[in-house]
T-cell receptor, first 113, second 113 residues
Framework: DQQVKQNSPSLSVQEGRISILNCDYT??????FLWYKKYPAEGPTFLIS?????DKNEDGRFTVFLNKSAKHLSLHIVPSQPGDSAVYFC????????????FGTGTRLKVLA | DSGVTQTPKHLITATGQRVTLRCSPR?????VYWYQQSLDQGLQFLIQ???????AKGNILERFSAQQFPDLHSELNLSSLELGDSALYFC????????????FGDGTRLSIL
């Protein structure tokens, strides 16, 4: 049972435009969400997070939106840059004290120069 | 550089063998997490330790075990290896038991021949 889903395996965007990566989840107990970026041969790098008490969090070019009623979150990258080309994973953790992450399968973003 | 160190980077071995993967967390982090990433899959949570004690278990096989030592480094032991155990194994660490980002090492790529 995939509790965190990234339904788009890949996305191509022109440099300077907006990249929108989507993530859906099924577990209403999730209360903390994160986005990670992963380059080949490296570990995931933390990008941005959001708590379930918020619906938006912004950090520079990266903004995460959370729609709890739809169980949906998205990552917006504006403007997109070629260096943003990577695999992006969303992750979620649930109340309960363990803080283990449930990861989506990732979306490969390619920013075209 | 996340500050999380994993060794070795690559490991090639045969079916039936046993291997040990090592992880040194970021300075000051008490929690260590292990994840497995098989081909084209998301990261699957295996196990978490906090300050030397096991805190949570995920989909970890009985052939796998882990421990966290007094100096907070952790080892993941994989025994009776099967072809399907070939994967990337990531270690992550975080400060404690609250919703803070986990920081990942660059992983150990395990290949079973």
């Amino acid at each position: 049972d995939q509790q965190v889903k990234q339904n788009s395996p890949s996305l191509s965007v022109q440099e300077g435009r907006i990249s929108i990566l989507n993530c859906d989840y099924t577990n209403s107990m999730f209360d903390y969400f994160l986005w990670y970026k992963k380059y080949p041969a490296e570990g995931p790098t933390f990008l941005i997070s959001i708590s379930s008490i918020k619906d938006k969090n912004e950090d520079g070019r990266f903004t995460v939106f959370l729609n709890k009623s739809a169980k949906h979150l998205s990552l917006h990258i504006v403007p997109s840059q070629p260096g943003d080309s990577a695999v992006y994973f969303c992750a979620a953790s649930a109340v309960g004290g363990t803080y283990k992450y449930i990861f989506g399968t990732g979306t490969r973003l390619k920013v075209l120069a | 550089d996340s500050g999380v160190t994993q060794t070795p980077k690559h490991l090639i071995t045969a079916t039936g063998q046993r291997v040990t993967l090592r992880c040194s967390p970021r300075s000051g982090d008490l929690s260590v997490y292990w994840y497995q990433q098989s081909l084209d899959q998301g990261l699957q949570f295996l196990i978490q330790y906090y300050n030397g004690e096991e805190r949570a278990k995920g989909n970890i096989l009985e052939r796998f075990s882990a421990q966290q030592f007094p100096d907070l480094h952790s080892e993941l032991n994989l025994s009776s290896l099967e072809l399907g155990d070939s994967a990337l194994y990531f270690c992550a660490s975080s400060v404690g038991l609250n919703n803070q980002p986990q920081h990942f090492g660059d992983g150990t790529r395990l290949s079973i021949l």
